[in-house]
């Protein structure tokens, strides 16, 4: 059965909305009417691509945090011993969000038609990825679905939280130069000039300082829109040039080398690849399956590629940590607990002991660089501000040695 949407009029005349399950339209119409409704519309919850079997959606109906508590919800009730399909109705009927509501009916249809949750969710791709639709199948095979939607859970739980950490971290510092930027380039290029406009009809020389800044605030009022525009179009193009895949690889291993953010950039990423891998093995999914699932969560091309690589080598034969052991983007710390893991046979406890501890050296180094910028930038700006006032009032106070 299809999930339809529908808008009607009831007796009173008022339009209604809502969700209706039927083989086709014309059944949908009917059902619509045997409710006392008449039906003014009536059309599909989504669109499908042709030759693809995916579903569109006009927009996103879960974002992260949403499609953490959805799946945290979805994982209770299955976990509860409650049938599939009787949990997706639950959580469609308790729905506020439209977007979300039609999700979750087109879902549950699926299900109906007797196709397995995970390629239901595969209809979806732009909702669910690949990671979560692979360990979906595996709890499927396995029959604990309710066991590893918890797992993905809290995954998706403490991937949101590093990444809020991090963001959070960086956000200070961020706000403080843009204030910054903004009180700076107000002085230079309207005060300054104002202030030192008094004193340009004067025959004694001004001092060097104020005469630089004269040249700087000359300088960004004739210049600095283009200073502008060029700064817009040169991020355009570095947008267009990161879509070619080989740039971007290089961009990106370039990025790896910056002090201090390339080892976030490498331990964010290593964390990343490490959790998913953990979830994936430990949900079953085979080992060559769960590393091509991890290498493309990894947002860094270059550790990608590594990725990548070291995938064919264990193809080959050759062991995880071997494997990861030839790549030196990737931490020492990840192939040494994949070593460990392999050797006591317990491969997915060891990957996650590693996804936490490099989260955790991810949040350390962030928060030290916070508390080291936060100072900095107020000095700077202070600087800033202090130059550009001793331009001012230089000229102020030889104007007074002047007239004594």
């Not at 595969?122 to 029959?143: C, H, K, L, T």
């Not at 991090?166 to 300054?192: Q, R, W």
């Not at 590594?306 to 020492?332: C, T, Y």
Request: with cysteine.
């Amino acid at each position: 059965m299809t999930a339809f949407k529908f808008e009607a009029l009831d007796a009173a005349g008022k339009t209604s909305t809502g969700l209706i399950e039927a083989d086709h339209a014309k059944a949908a119409r009917a059902a619509v009417r045997a409710q006392g409704l008449v039906p003014l519309s009536v059309s599909p919850v989504s669109s499908s691509d042709a030759g693809t079997g995916q579903m569109r959606f006009s927009r996103r109906a879960f974002n992260a945090a949403g499609l953490t508590v959805w799946t945290r919800q979805l994982a209770g009730l299955v976990g509860s011993g409650l049938p599939l399909e009787r949990a997706l109705t639950a959580l469609a009927d308790e729905c506020e969000h439209p977007g979300q509501r039609e999700l979750i009916a087109h879902l549950k249809s699926e299900v109906n038609a007797g196709s397995p949750f995970a390629r239901a969710l595969g209809s979806a791709p732009r909702e669910f990825d690949d990671v979560y639709r692979a360990v979906v199948a595996a709890g499927e095979a396995s029959g604990a679905l309710g066991v590893v939607l918890e797992k993905l859970a809290d995954d998706l739980e403490e991937r949101q939280a590093l990444k809020a950490k991090l963001m959070g971290a960086m956000l200070y510092p961020a706000i403080v130069s843009l204030i910054a930027v903004v009180i700076v380039a107000f002085l230079v290029t309207y005060v300054v000039p104002q202030v030192a406009s008094v004193f340009n009809n004067g025959k004694r020389a001004l001092p060097g300082l104020t005469v630089a800044m004269l040249a700087l605030s000359d300088f960004a009022r004739s210049y600095g829109l283009l200073v502008l525009l060029g700064l817009g179009a040169g991020g355009v193009g570095l947008s267009f040039a990161l879509r070619n895949e080989a740039f971007r690889e290089r961009f990106d291993a370039g990025l790896l080398q910056v002090p201090l953010f390339g080892r976030l950039t490498r331990g964010y990423n290593a964390a990343r690849f490490a959790g998913t891998l953990a979830m994936l093995a430990g949900a079953g999914v085979p080992i060559l399956k769960a590393l091509q699932a991890a290498a493309e969560t990894l947002g860094n091309r270059a550790m990608r590629a590594d990725a990548m690589d070291a995938l064919v080598q264990v193809r080959e034969g050759a062991p995880l940590a071997a494997a990861l052991a030839g790549k030196k983007r990737f931490p020492g710390l990840l192939a040494m607990f994949s070593r460990l893991g392999e050797q006591t046979g317990q491969l997915p406890v060891m990957l996650d002991r590693a996804a936490r501890q490099l989260g955790n050296e991810v949040q350390r180094r962030a928060m030290a660089l916070a508390t080291i910028l936060e100072p900095l930038l107020i000095v700077g700006m202070g600087l800033m501000v202090m130059a550009i006032v001793l331009a001012v009032l230089l000229p102020i106070m030889q104007l007074n040695t002047w007239v004594k």
